[in-house]
Nanobody, 122 residues
């Protein structure tokens, strides 16, 4: 049973924008915590941003001012608006759902999507 499905990745030039979406269903849609992570080849999975059911938001320093995490509860969809993209943002992006609000630890999220690739060319 598919719970989280990401979309919206692609290949762009530095400075351009992308918006990632994550459609949640089933048990994943009712979790208290939603987040975006990313993983580049050879690197560990990195927390990007998180949002609570109440709309509280946290983001890693490297994306503050460029990325925005939002959610549409009516559509059970999580978004990541990514502006001013840089080559170092290149990674597979994953959405995750769990119960520990604003956690940065991957092992505290129970549900994961399959990922969507973002590639930024300089």
């Amino acid at each position: 049973q598919v719970m989280l499905v990401e979309s919206g990745g692609g290949s762009v030039q530095a400075g351009e924008s992308l918006r990632l979406s994550c459609a949640a269903s089933g048990a994943a849609a009712s979790r208290n915590a939603m987040a975006w992570f990313r993983q580049a080849p050879g690197n560990e999975r990195e927390w990007v941003a998180a949002i609570t059911t109440g709309g509280l938001i946290r983001a890693t320093d490297s994306v503050k001012g460029r990325f925005a995490i939002t959610k549409d509860d009516a559509k059970n969809t999580l978004y990541l608006q990514m502006n001013s993209l840089k080559p170092e943002d290149t990674a597979m992006y994953y959405c995750a759902a769990g119960d520990r609000s604003l956690s940065r630890r991957p092992n505290e999220y129970h549900y994961w999507g399959q990922g969507t690739q973002v590639t930024v060319f300089s």
